[in-house]
């Protein structure tokens, strides 16, 4: 099988012919890990899409698409305001969802789209969420408390966001159809969701609910990307449309073996316990003998459950893209 009907297969929650797709989710490579693998042997010359296929991993391309322009005013430290209130909303509009800017990112993809075609690399890309954008606009603090204190502006954000999203979406699925996306939310932590069900059925589900059935009508798979405990918040996401997650952090506590028994056709990625690769090969063999069983049912890829840590040995990692390997093919045997 080619390395895009790899994935179209366990997306449709069944089993490649030869083996499961092996990937890191996460293909920005972290650079602290990157610059530790060049000390340890990694070529420095390495392009940012030459990296996987030199680690001897399947190749996968991401686009995410801007949506604040580089021109935007930036936070004066992480996770501070660019604006507070609807009036400051409205100076910086003209720096938001700039379209001129994501012409960038089409054109990369018609690049890529012939390889795309014949199987080589399936496509996706990503969307800034209804919880993640207005949070890079308020501030993680204001973000917070906006539901409650400017609910008027949450949706006013959310209204921009969905007319900007839907543009973007005519013009790619006019170049190509994407094998799967990912909305950027990151909106769950070690103790579970930083929402409740009752802001998330107020504010999210609508937004999802404008855009989602958009995206599946053009055949591509929708997930949410949120780090920390998701588990809480799947049936919401299920009711949203959304049909899968990711990375299913195992230090939040995330057990994809029991997500697996209550939702047998949701979409997991990720989910493989990073902090393993620090303790060694015995580590890693236990926990692919703990991800076997669901590697088993079709609908799970099973990677890094966030991006690989600096700390992490080229030398095992290269052991770990080969146990990798070794449990995708165990994972289609009967």
């Keep these: 099988m080619t390395s895009r009907e790899r994935f179209i297969a366990v997306f449709n929650n069944e089993l490649p012919d030869d083996r499961l797709p092996a990937i890191e989710w ?16 990694l070529p420095a010359n390495l392009g940012f899409h030459d990296v996987a296929p030199y680690l001897k991993l ?21 996770g501070a305001p660019i604006a507070e209130d609807e009036e400051e909303y409205e100076k910086i509009l003209p720096y938001l969802y700039p379209l001129d800017e994501v012409e960038a990112h089409l054109n990369a993809m018609k690049a890529i789209k012939p390889g795309h075609d014949r199987g080589d690399y399936p496509v996706w890309f990503s ?9 890079t606009i308020l501030g993680i603090e204001n973000h917070l408390y906006s539901f409650y204190d400017q609910p008027e502006l949450y949706h006013r954000i959310l209204d921009d966001l969905v007319e900007f999203q839907l543009k ?15 909305f950027g939310e990151d909106m769950s932590y070690n103790n579970g969701p ?11 589900l609508p937004y999802y609910q404008r855009v989602v059935p958009y995206i599946k009508e053009h055949g591509t798979k929708v997930i949410v990307d949120t780090d920390g405990d998701v588990s809480k918040m799947i049936p919401w996401l299920m009711r949203a449309g959304i049909e899968g997650v990711l990375p299913l952090e195992r230090q939040a506590g995330v057990d994809v073996v029991k997500l697996r028994e209550l939702y047998p056709k949701f979409i997991f990625i990720g989910a493989f316990d990073k902090m393993t690769m620090r303790r060694g090969v015995q580590d890693m063999k236990e926990e692919f003998e703990r991800l076997l069983p669901v590697m088993k049912t079709g609908g799970f890829i099973p990677s890094c459950d966030h991006q690989t840590p600096p700390d992490v040995p080229l030398e095992r990692y290269h052991i770990y893209v080969e146990m990798l390997k070794e449990y995708a093919e165990k994972a289609v045997k009967q």
């Design 26 to 41: 996460a293909s920005w490579w972290w650079d602290r890990t990157i610059v530790e693998w060049q000390k340890q042997g």
């Design 58 to 78: 399947d190749q996968h391309y991401q686009f995410w698409f801007p949506h604040r322009s580089v021109k935007c005013p930036q936070p004066v430290s992480n």
């Design 127 to 135: 969307l800034d969420g209804g919880f993640w954008f207005p949070r």
């Design 168 to 182: 973007v979406l005519e013009r790619m699925y006019d170049i190509m159809t994407p094998d799967f996306m990912t």
């Design 194 to 204: 930083m929402i409740s069900e009752d802001s998330f059925d107020e504010f999210l």
